[in-house]
Protein backbone atom coordinates (compact mmCIF):
# COMPACT_ATOMS: atom_id res chain seq x y z
CA UNK A 1 0.00 0.00 0.00
CA UNK A 2 1.37 3.63 -0.78
CA UNK A 3 2.02 6.25 1.65
CA UNK A 4 -1.16 8.44 0.14
CA UNK A 5 -3.53 5.41 0.35
CA UNK A 6 -2.23 4.60 3.54
CA UNK A 7 -2.81 8.25 5.19
CA UNK A 8 -6.49 8.33 3.20
CA UNK A 9 -6.87 4.71 5.62
CA UNK A 10 -5.97 6.47 8.43
CA UNK A 11 -8.07 9.69 8.23
CA UNK A 12 -11.13 7.75 7.53
CA UNK A 13 -10.32 5.74 10.28
CA UNK A 14 -9.86 8.34 12.55
CA UNK A 15 -13.11 9.97 11.64
CA UNK A 16 -15.07 6.58 12.07
CA UNK A 17 -13.11 6.49 15.26
CA UNK A 18 -14.35 10.08 16.25
CA UNK A 19 -18.01 9.52 15.11
CA UNK A 20 -18.05 6.53 17.45
CA UNK A 21 -17.23 8.54 20.22
CA UNK A 22 -19.16 11.24 19.57
CA UNK A 23 -22.10 9.06 19.22
CA UNK A 24 -21.18 6.80 21.98
CA UNK A 25 -20.37 9.76 24.74
CA UNK A 26 -23.81 11.54 23.50
CA UNK A 27 -25.74 8.11 24.26
CA UNK A 28 -24.55 7.28 27.51
CA UNK A 29 -24.71 10.71 28.66
CA UNK A 30 -27.80 11.18 28.24
CA UNK A 31 -29.15 7.58 28.46
CA UNK A 32 -27.28 6.94 31.50
CA UNK A 33 -27.45 3.05 31.25
CA UNK A 34 -25.78 2.71 34.87
CA UNK A 35 -26.94 6.26 36.70
CA UNK A 36 -23.07 6.48 36.91
CA UNK A 37 -22.68 9.83 35.01
CA UNK A 38 -25.39 11.83 36.91
CA UNK A 39 -25.14 15.14 34.25
CA UNK A 40 -28.45 16.87 33.64
CA UNK A 41 -28.91 15.81 30.31
CA UNK A 42 -29.85 12.59 31.04
CA UNK A 43 -33.36 11.55 30.30
CA UNK A 44 -35.47 11.52 33.55
CA UNK A 45 -37.91 9.52 31.81
CA UNK A 46 -35.57 6.44 31.38
CA UNK A 47 -35.17 5.75 35.11
CA UNK A 48 -37.57 3.26 35.13
CA UNK A 49 -36.16 0.91 32.64
CA UNK A 50 -32.46 1.47 33.35
CA UNK A 51 -30.69 -1.99 33.87
CA UNK A 52 -27.23 -2.43 35.78
CA UNK A 53 -27.36 -6.49 35.92
CA UNK A 54 -24.33 -6.43 33.55
CA UNK A 55 -22.68 -3.91 35.73
CA UNK A 56 -23.95 -4.89 39.02
CA UNK A 57 -20.99 -3.13 41.19
CA UNK A 58 -21.01 -0.09 39.26
CA UNK A 59 -24.82 0.58 39.29
CA UNK A 60 -25.03 0.29 42.94
CA UNK A 61 -22.13 3.31 43.11
CA UNK A 62 -24.22 5.39 41.00
CA UNK A 63 -26.97 4.62 43.40
CA UNK A 64 -25.43 5.14 46.43
CA UNK A 65 -24.09 8.72 44.69
CA UNK A 66 -28.15 9.77 44.25
CA UNK A 67 -27.32 10.99 47.79
CA UNK A 68 -29.58 11.38 50.52
CA UNK A 69 -30.87 8.33 51.68
CA UNK A 70 -31.79 7.44 55.07
CA UNK A 71 -31.87 3.98 55.07
CA UNK A 72 -29.76 1.49 53.27
CA UNK A 73 -29.15 -1.98 52.93
CA UNK A 74 -26.25 -4.37 51.92
CA UNK A 75 -25.67 -7.87 51.58
CA UNK A 76 -25.37 -10.77 48.63
CA UNK A 77 -28.48 -12.16 46.39
CA UNK A 78 -30.09 -13.43 49.24
CA UNK A 79 -31.10 -9.68 50.50
CA UNK A 80 -31.52 -8.05 46.71
CA UNK A 81 -34.00 -10.25 46.30
CA UNK A 82 -35.94 -10.56 49.18
CA UNK A 83 -36.27 -7.30 51.52
CA UNK A 84 -37.72 -4.39 49.61
CA UNK A 85 -36.90 -0.85 49.85
CA UNK A 86 -40.41 0.55 49.58
CA UNK A 87 -41.67 -1.62 52.75
CA UNK A 88 -43.97 0.06 55.22
CA UNK A 89 -41.32 -0.31 57.93
CA UNK A 90 -39.29 2.79 56.39
CA UNK A 91 -42.33 5.27 56.41
CA UNK A 92 -41.53 6.84 52.72
CA UNK A 93 -38.00 7.73 53.92
CA UNK A 94 -35.81 7.41 50.97
CA UNK A 95 -34.03 3.73 51.05
CA UNK A 96 -31.81 1.84 48.83
CA UNK A 97 -31.23 -1.72 48.23
CA UNK A 98 -27.06 -1.97 47.29
CA UNK A 99 -26.84 -5.62 48.20
CA UNK A 100 -25.04 -7.40 45.45
CA UNK A 101 -24.70 -10.96 44.06
CA UNK A 102 -22.00 -13.17 45.12
CA UNK A 103 -21.25 -10.60 47.40
CA UNK A 104 -19.22 -11.73 51.38
CA UNK A 105 -17.42 -9.10 53.63
CA UNK A 106 -14.87 -8.31 51.38
CA UNK A 107 -17.28 -6.40 49.20
CA UNK A 108 -19.90 -5.46 51.20
CA UNK A 109 -17.66 -3.70 53.97
CA UNK A 110 -16.08 -1.63 51.45
CA UNK A 111 -19.18 -0.96 49.55
CA UNK A 112 -20.63 0.49 53.02
CA UNK A 113 -17.58 2.73 54.04
CA UNK A 114 -18.31 3.88 50.24
CA UNK A 115 -21.99 4.86 51.09
CA UNK A 116 -21.28 6.05 54.39
CA UNK A 117 -18.66 8.42 52.99
CA UNK A 118 -21.20 10.05 50.28
CA UNK A 119 -24.31 10.01 52.69
CA UNK A 120 -23.55 11.33 55.91
CA UNK A 121 -27.71 11.49 56.95
CA UNK A 122 -28.25 8.16 56.89
CA UNK A 123 -30.28 6.91 59.51
CA UNK A 124 -30.12 3.22 59.55
CA UNK A 125 -28.03 0.78 57.99
CA UNK A 126 -28.88 -3.57 57.20
CA UNK A 127 -26.64 -5.64 56.48
CA UNK A 128 -27.25 -9.03 55.52
CA UNK A 129 -24.37 -11.44 56.35
CA UNK A 130 -24.14 -15.31 55.75
CA UNK A 131 -22.64 -16.69 59.25
CA UNK A 132 -20.28 -19.27 57.58
CA UNK A 133 -18.35 -15.73 55.84
CA UNK A 134 -16.10 -15.45 59.01
CA UNK A 135 -14.74 -18.67 58.22
CA UNK A 136 -13.82 -18.77 54.88
CA UNK A 137 -11.05 -17.12 53.43
CA UNK A 138 -13.01 -16.77 49.72
CA UNK A 139 -12.71 -13.58 48.26
CA UNK A 140 -15.60 -12.72 46.01
CA UNK A 141 -13.89 -9.26 44.78
CA UNK A 142 -12.36 -11.57 42.23
CA UNK A 143 -14.99 -13.11 40.02
CA UNK A 144 -17.34 -10.13 40.43
CA UNK A 145 -16.05 -6.80 38.54
CA UNK A 146 -15.80 -5.35 42.47
CA UNK A 147 -12.29 -3.62 41.34
CA UNK A 148 -14.19 -2.01 38.19
CA UNK A 149 -16.07 -0.46 40.57
CA UNK A 150 -15.83 2.90 42.45
CA UNK A 151 -16.03 0.89 45.79
CA UNK A 152 -12.39 -0.71 44.41
CA UNK A 153 -9.88 2.01 45.98
CA UNK A 154 -7.27 1.12 43.32
CA UNK A 155 -6.98 4.73 41.65
CA UNK A 156 -8.71 3.58 38.43
CA UNK A 157 -11.19 6.34 38.37
CA UNK A 158 -10.15 8.23 35.26
CA UNK A 159 -9.59 4.92 33.22
CA UNK A 160 -13.65 3.88 34.75
CA UNK A 161 -14.82 7.15 33.61
CA UNK A 162 -13.98 6.73 29.68
CA UNK A 163 -15.07 3.60 29.86
CA UNK A 164 -18.56 4.47 31.54
CA UNK A 165 -18.53 7.32 28.92
CA UNK A 166 -17.30 5.84 25.42
CA UNK A 167 -16.34 2.22 26.22
CA UNK A 168 -18.61 -0.55 23.90
CA UNK A 169 -20.80 -1.40 26.84
CA UNK A 170 -21.22 2.38 27.68
CA UNK A 171 -22.97 1.99 24.21
CA UNK A 172 -24.87 -1.46 23.81
CA UNK A 173 -26.20 -1.23 27.50
CA UNK A 174 -27.83 2.84 26.00
CA UNK A 175 -28.76 1.14 23.08
CA UNK A 176 -30.76 -1.85 25.47
CA UNK A 177 -31.85 0.92 27.65
CA UNK A 178 -33.98 2.60 24.33
CA UNK A 179 -35.33 -0.47 23.58
CA UNK A 180 -36.52 -1.34 26.73
CA UNK A 181 -37.94 2.32 27.02
CA UNK A 182 -39.57 1.88 23.76
CA UNK A 183 -40.60 -2.00 23.78
CA UNK A 184 -42.21 -1.15 27.33
CA UNK A 185 -40.11 -3.80 29.33
CA UNK A 186 -38.86 -3.92 33.05
CA UNK A 187 -35.60 -4.54 33.97
CA UNK A 188 -34.95 -6.53 36.12
CA UNK A 189 -33.38 -4.58 38.97
CA UNK A 190 -35.53 -1.38 39.90
CA UNK A 191 -34.93 1.89 40.47
CA UNK A 192 -34.18 1.40 44.20
CA UNK A 193 -31.64 -1.52 43.82
CA UNK A 194 -33.96 -4.11 43.91
CA UNK A 195 -33.50 -7.57 42.08
CA UNK A 196 -36.89 -7.95 41.00
CA UNK A 197 -37.25 -11.30 38.57
CA UNK A 198 -33.97 -13.16 39.06
CA UNK A 199 -33.77 -16.69 36.96
CA UNK A 200 -36.43 -19.26 37.92
CA UNK A 201 -34.78 -23.13 37.71
CA UNK A 202 -37.60 -24.49 35.54
CA UNK A 203 -37.00 -27.94 37.53
CA UNK A 204 -36.18 -26.94 41.19
CA UNK A 205 -34.90 -30.71 42.16
CA UNK A 206 -33.01 -30.80 39.25
CA UNK A 207 -31.39 -27.74 39.54
CA UNK A 208 -30.69 -28.62 43.15
CA UNK A 209 -28.91 -32.02 42.05
CA UNK A 210 -26.86 -30.44 39.26
CA UNK A 211 -25.28 -27.87 41.55
CA UNK A 212 -25.12 -29.98 44.64
CA UNK A 213 -21.50 -30.00 44.92
CA UNK A 214 -21.49 -27.01 46.52
CA UNK A 215 -24.25 -27.93 48.57
CA UNK A 216 -22.42 -30.43 49.91
CA UNK A 217 -19.56 -27.94 51.16
CA UNK A 218 -21.78 -25.72 52.88
CA UNK A 219 -23.98 -29.35 54.31
CA UNK A 220 -20.51 -29.99 55.88
CA UNK A 221 -19.56 -26.54 57.08
CA UNK A 222 -22.49 -25.71 58.36
CA UNK A 223 -22.13 -28.99 61.23
CA UNK A 224 -18.92 -28.01 61.86
CA UNK A 225 -17.47 -31.34 60.01
CA UNK A 226 -14.15 -29.49 58.52
CA UNK A 227 -11.90 -27.88 60.85
CA UNK A 228 -13.48 -24.41 61.51
CA UNK A 229 -10.86 -21.50 61.98
CA UNK A 230 -11.59 -17.84 62.13
CA UNK A 231 -10.95 -15.89 59.26
CA UNK A 232 -9.26 -12.91 61.09
CA UNK A 233 -9.07 -10.20 57.98
CA UNK A 234 -13.09 -10.81 57.88
CA UNK A 235 -13.30 -9.92 61.74
CA UNK A 236 -11.65 -7.19 61.30
CA UNK A 237 -13.69 -5.55 58.14
CA UNK A 238 -16.66 -6.25 60.46
CA UNK A 239 -15.85 -5.23 63.62
CA UNK A 240 -14.44 -1.73 62.04
CA UNK A 241 -17.67 -1.09 60.17
CA UNK A 242 -19.79 -1.67 63.12
CA UNK A 243 -18.05 0.48 64.94
CA UNK A 244 -17.70 3.51 62.64
CA UNK A 245 -21.54 2.75 62.02
CA UNK A 246 -22.27 3.09 66.01
CA UNK A 247 -19.63 6.14 66.41
CA UNK A 248 -21.95 7.97 63.67
CA UNK A 249 -25.05 7.42 65.61
CA UNK A 250 -26.68 5.31 63.19
CA UNK A 251 -29.18 2.12 63.63
CA UNK A 252 -27.88 -1.03 62.42
CA UNK A 253 -29.48 -3.97 62.25
CA UNK A 254 -27.39 -7.21 60.94
CA UNK A 255 -29.53 -9.87 59.43
CA UNK A 256 -28.76 -13.41 58.50
CA UNK A 257 -31.26 -13.93 55.80
CA UNK A 258 -33.33 -17.50 55.39
CA UNK A 259 -32.50 -20.38 53.75
CA UNK A 260 -35.15 -23.36 53.20
CA UNK A 261 -35.30 -25.75 55.84
CA UNK A 262 -33.05 -28.71 54.08
CA UNK A 263 -30.50 -25.98 53.53
CA UNK A 264 -30.46 -26.11 57.51
CA UNK A 265 -30.93 -30.05 57.68
CA UNK A 266 -28.30 -32.39 59.37
CA UNK A 267 -26.80 -34.82 57.16
CA UNK A 268 -27.61 -37.81 59.31
CA UNK A 269 -29.32 -36.84 62.76
CA UNK A 270 -32.77 -36.07 63.20
CA UNK A 271 -32.25 -34.81 66.80
CA UNK A 272 -28.46 -33.43 65.98
CA UNK A 273 -27.00 -32.25 69.77
CA UNK A 274 -26.44 -28.52 68.44
CA UNK A 275 -27.30 -25.81 65.59
CA UNK A 276 -26.12 -25.65 62.22
CA UNK A 277 -23.57 -23.03 61.29
CA UNK A 278 -23.30 -22.40 65.36
CA UNK A 279 -19.59 -21.74 65.23
CA UNK A 280 -20.26 -18.51 63.28
CA UNK A 281 -23.29 -17.66 65.32
CA UNK A 282 -21.26 -17.44 68.73
CA UNK A 283 -18.77 -15.69 66.57
CA UNK A 284 -21.15 -12.48 65.14
CA UNK A 285 -22.41 -12.48 68.82
CA UNK A 286 -19.48 -11.93 70.25
CA UNK A 287 -18.65 -9.40 67.77
CA UNK A 288 -21.57 -7.37 68.54
CA UNK A 289 -21.51 -7.85 71.76
CA UNK A 290 -17.83 -6.13 72.26
CA UNK A 291 -19.49 -3.65 70.10
CA UNK A 292 -22.14 -2.68 71.83
CA UNK A 293 -20.30 -2.68 75.13
CA UNK A 294 -18.16 0.33 74.02
CA UNK A 295 -19.47 3.71 74.04
CA UNK A 296 -21.19 5.85 71.02
CA UNK A 297 -24.04 7.85 69.92
CA UNK A 298 -25.68 4.97 68.01
CA UNK A 299 -27.87 2.70 69.56
CA UNK A 300 -26.89 -1.02 70.05
CA UNK A 301 -26.13 -3.15 66.95
CA UNK A 302 -28.90 -5.69 66.65
CA UNK A 303 -28.15 -9.52 65.01
CA UNK A 304 -31.21 -10.53 63.37
CA UNK A 305 -31.25 -14.68 62.57
CA UNK A 306 -33.35 -16.09 60.33
CA UNK A 307 -32.27 -19.56 59.92
CA UNK A 308 -35.37 -21.43 61.30
CA UNK A 309 -37.84 -23.56 61.25
CA UNK A 310 -41.37 -22.23 60.32
CA UNK A 311 -44.28 -22.62 57.79
CA UNK A 312 -42.08 -20.07 55.29
CA UNK A 313 -39.18 -22.10 55.47
CA UNK A 314 -40.41 -25.76 55.68
CA UNK A 315 -42.43 -26.01 52.23
CA UNK A 316 -42.40 -29.11 50.50
CA UNK A 317 -40.53 -29.46 47.61
CA UNK A 318 -42.40 -30.40 44.34
CA UNK A 319 -43.08 -33.96 43.88
CA UNK A 320 -40.80 -36.06 41.31
CA UNK A 321 -42.99 -35.52 37.74
CA UNK A 322 -45.47 -33.14 39.29
CA UNK A 323 -46.27 -29.30 38.07
CA UNK A 324 -45.08 -26.82 38.79
CA UNK A 325 -41.75 -27.95 39.27
CA UNK A 326 -40.95 -24.98 41.42
CA UNK A 327 -41.75 -24.11 45.13
CA UNK A 328 -43.84 -21.24 46.44
CA UNK A 329 -42.15 -18.63 47.49
CA UNK A 330 -38.49 -19.27 46.53
CA UNK A 331 -36.49 -19.26 43.71
CA UNK A 332 -34.14 -22.24 45.22
CA UNK A 333 -32.82 -23.54 48.44
CA UNK A 334 -31.46 -20.35 49.41
CA UNK A 335 -32.92 -17.20 48.04
CA UNK A 336 -36.65 -16.56 48.83
CA UNK A 337 -39.01 -14.15 47.30
CA UNK A 338 -40.37 -10.66 48.64
CA UNK A 339 -42.89 -12.38 50.19
CA UNK A 340 -41.00 -13.57 53.08
CA UNK A 341 -38.89 -10.92 52.74
CA UNK A 342 -41.44 -8.72 54.10
CA UNK A 343 -41.99 -10.98 56.91
CA UNK A 344 -37.83 -10.27 57.88
CA UNK A 345 -39.14 -6.66 57.82
CA UNK A 346 -41.91 -7.61 59.72
CA UNK A 347 -39.75 -9.00 62.66
CA UNK A 348 -36.77 -6.81 62.29
CA UNK A 349 -39.20 -3.61 62.93
CA UNK A 350 -41.95 -5.10 64.97
CA UNK A 351 -43.88 -2.31 66.33
CA UNK A 352 -42.47 0.46 64.67
CA UNK A 353 -45.82 2.74 63.18
CA UNK A 354 -47.31 1.00 59.67
CA UNK A 355 -45.71 -2.34 60.39
CA UNK A 356 -48.11 -5.01 59.48
CA UNK A 357 -48.02 -7.73 62.76
CA UNK A 358 -46.98 -10.46 61.83
CA UNK A 359 -45.87 -13.61 63.71
CA UNK A 360 -42.18 -13.15 63.99
CA UNK A 361 -40.21 -15.27 61.47
CA UNK A 362 -36.85 -15.19 63.37
CA UNK A 363 -34.85 -13.57 66.59
CA UNK A 364 -32.15 -11.37 68.05
CA UNK A 365 -29.67 -13.40 69.32
CA UNK A 366 -28.76 -10.97 71.06
CA UNK A 367 -31.61 -11.05 73.29
CA UNK A 368 -32.34 -14.56 73.64
CA UNK A 369 -30.61 -17.48 76.26
CA UNK A 370 -28.64 -19.20 73.96
CA UNK A 371 -29.40 -22.65 75.73
CA UNK A 372 -33.35 -21.94 75.18
CA UNK A 373 -32.90 -20.63 71.61
CA UNK A 374 -30.47 -23.89 71.02
CA UNK A 375 -33.39 -26.39 72.22
CA UNK A 376 -35.95 -24.85 70.25
CA UNK A 377 -34.26 -24.77 67.17
CA UNK A 378 -33.09 -28.25 67.29
CA UNK A 379 -36.72 -28.93 68.36
CA UNK A 380 -37.92 -27.42 65.25
CA UNK A 381 -35.14 -29.72 63.18
CA UNK A 382 -36.33 -32.37 64.50
CA UNK A 383 -39.98 -31.76 63.75
CA UNK A 384 -39.47 -30.79 60.27
CA UNK A 385 -37.58 -34.51 59.55
CA UNK A 386 -40.31 -35.89 61.21
CA UNK A 387 -43.08 -34.14 58.72
CA UNK A 388 -41.22 -34.03 55.80
CA UNK A 389 -39.13 -37.71 55.63
CA UNK A 390 -39.33 -37.55 52.00
CA UNK A 391 -37.58 -34.36 51.28
CA UNK A 392 -35.05 -35.12 53.95
CA UNK A 393 -34.49 -38.82 53.02
CA UNK A 394 -33.71 -37.28 49.11
CA UNK A 395 -31.07 -34.65 50.75
CA UNK A 396 -29.49 -36.72 52.86
CA UNK A 397 -29.22 -38.80 50.00
CA UNK A 398 -27.45 -36.12 47.70
CA UNK A 399 -25.05 -35.56 50.83
CA UNK A 400 -23.88 -39.39 50.38
CA UNK A 401 -23.70 -39.43 46.97
CA UNK A 402 -21.38 -36.62 47.39
CA UNK A 403 -19.61 -37.92 49.99
CA UNK A 404 -18.90 -41.15 48.23
CA UNK A 405 -17.98 -39.50 45.05
CA UNK A 406 -15.35 -37.07 47.21
CA UNK A 407 -13.57 -39.96 48.78
CA UNK A 408 -13.39 -41.83 45.64
CA UNK A 409 -11.78 -38.95 44.16
CA UNK A 410 -9.47 -38.40 46.76
CA UNK A 411 -8.33 -42.18 46.76
CA UNK A 412 -7.57 -41.78 42.90
CA UNK A 413 -5.61 -38.65 43.47
CA UNK A 414 -3.38 -40.38 46.39
CA UNK A 415 -2.96 -43.44 44.37
CA UNK A 416 -5.32 -45.28 46.02
CA UNK A 417 -5.84 -48.62 44.05
Not at 32 to 47: E, V
Not at 100 to 123: C, F, H, K, S, W
Not at 159 to 187: C, K, W
Not at 369 to 387: F, L, N, P, V
Request: net charge positive; hydrophobic share 40%.
Amino acid sequence: MSRRYFSRFIRWLAMGMGVYFIITAILSITVDPWRINGTPLAIDALDGVREIGNTVRVGKAALANRGHWKIVILGSSRIEIALDPEHPAFHGERAVNLAMPAANLYETVPEGNYVLDRNPQIQTLILGIEPDDLYSDYDSRKYTGFYQSPFADNNHSIERGINQVIGGRALMDSLFTLQRYFQGHAPERNPLGRWLEPNYPVNLREYVESTFHGGYEMAADQWNLRPQILHQPKVRLLAGLIGRVRQAGIRMKIVIPPRHALSQIHPTADHPKSIAWEPGFRSLIEICRKANATLAKGPPVQLWCFLTFNPNTSIAMPRPGASPRQMPGWFDLGHSKKDLGDLVLNTVFAGSPGVAATPPVGVNLLDVDWAAYQAAWIEGHRAYCATQPQDVAWWRGLIARSTDQRKATRSVAEGDP
